[in-house]
């Protein structure tokens, strides 16, 4: 099953270890970090890829409600949990998904994880199929600026993979497109016959690779690193073309 990853944010400890307790009693849920304050939240979104975030509201430094009026659109999704009521219709036009109104019970923030669950992974399934559907034709479709661009498989070189985001580097354009992607949803949608992940941070088309040296895949200036983790099936690949 796949589990979301989470963060929970609050000032108060107390509060703070009632929510950690109760996201270790969720089985699709993985905590990746409980933070005192917006702030340190934000830090987090910049190195981890997070799928939802429990908000108190008042924090210092930076507000809950401020912190979700700051995510992308296609970010981590929100559940607020807090001790004013009056912000609740605020929640709601940040797109939260749920508002938890202190005290609340390990039954209500069930139910609200249950809800994010639904809502985040419809949201991923839809991302997959239009990748897979697309890719199936030669290209793929993917939101960049605010808007849809379409981008031929071969006219890929690599891809990197940055946090919350990838970069689409192409032969066609000195630069590169930035779209909010996951490596692993692109890794399993991509032609594996042409496309390879060769580093946590990089899936290379196999049919571009012109260079290689010292363990390194060169494509201009950029040396693009194959890790230990991927090197067996890179040598396999090597080996079915190697001639002799």
Do not use: W
């Amino acid at each position: 099953m796949d589990k979301l990853t989470c963060i929970i944010a609050d000032d108060e400890p107390l509060a703070l270890s009632l929510l950690q307790g109760y996201v270790e009693k969720i089985p699709f849920l993985e905590l990746v970090k409980a933070c005192h304050s917006g702030i340190e939240v934000l830090g987090h979104l910049e190195e981890e890829n997070i799928d939802l975030l429990f908000l108190d509201i008042q924090m210092p430094g930076l507000s809950g409600m401020n912190l979700a009026k700051s995510l992308h659109k296609d970010g981590p999704r929100v559940i607020f949990t807090t001790a004013f009521e009056q912000y609740a219709i605020e929640g709601y036009k940040v797109d939260a998904i749920d508002y938890l109104l202190k005290p609340f019970g390990f039954e209500d923030f069930l139910n609200a994880a249950q809800k994010a669950k639904k809502k985040i992974l419809e949201q991923k399934n839809t991302t997959k199929a239009t990748l897979a559907d697309s890719s199936a034709h030669g290209y793929i479709i993917v939101k960049s600026d605010y808007k849809l661009k379409q981008i031929a498989l071969n006219d890929i070189l690599y891809i990197e993979g940055l946090k919350d985001y990838v970069k689409i580097y192409r032969k066609s354009d000195n630069k590169a497109i930035l779209t909010l992607l996951s490596m692993k949803n692109l890794e399993v949608t991509l032609p594996s016959e042409q496309f390879m992940r060769v580093h946590r941070s990089f899936i290379v088309n196999l049919n571009e690779i012109q260079t290689i040296e010292r363990g390194n895949i060169i494509f201009g200036e950029r040396y693009i690193p194959v890790s230990d983790k991927y090197k067996d099936v890179f040598q396999f690949f090597l080996n079915k073309r190697f001639l002799e």
